[in-house]
């Protein structure tokens, strides 16, 4: 069973808004944090946002995203969100969530979802 889902991208024009979710499997699943990561073409994946899973509290933005991205969980469907609005075109990537579970970094990732953003 895999244990991250990504769902929710897609594309938009610049100044949309897309809400990005990361389903976490299984009842007993825990992690020290949880994060969105993005990869574009022919770049380095860079960490866009990072939250204290076990307290809700965002604990990292990008300096590109901040004001525009929110990050948030809902605890009671095991789901970490990435809210994206006043998208632009550099936000073009694919979106991946990862969590921070052991004492190694993030060592649990989903499959990536693609977020395109037209101008």
């Known amino acids: 069973q895999v244990p991250l889902v990504e769902s929710g991208g897609g594309l938009v024009q610049a100044g949309g808004s897309l809400r990005l979710s990361c389903a976490a499997s299984?009842?007993?699943?825990?992690?020290?944090?949880m994060a969105w990561f993005r990869q574009a073409p022919g770049k380095a994946r860079e960490l866009v946002a990072s939250i204290n899973w076990r307290s809700g509290v965002s604990s990292y933005y990008a300096d590109s995203v901040k004001g525009r991205f929110t990050i948030s969980r809902d605890n009671a469907k095991n789901t970490l969100i990435l809210q994206m609005n006043s998208l632009k075109p550099e936000d073009t990537a694919v979106y991946y969530c990862?969590?921070?579970?052991?004492?190694?970094?993030?060592?649990?990732w989903g499959q990536g979802t693609q977020v395109t953003v037209s101008s």
């Open positions: 990862a969590a921070w579970r052991g004492t190694t970094g993030y060592d649990t």
């Open positions: 299984g009842r007993t699943f825990s992690a020290y944090s």
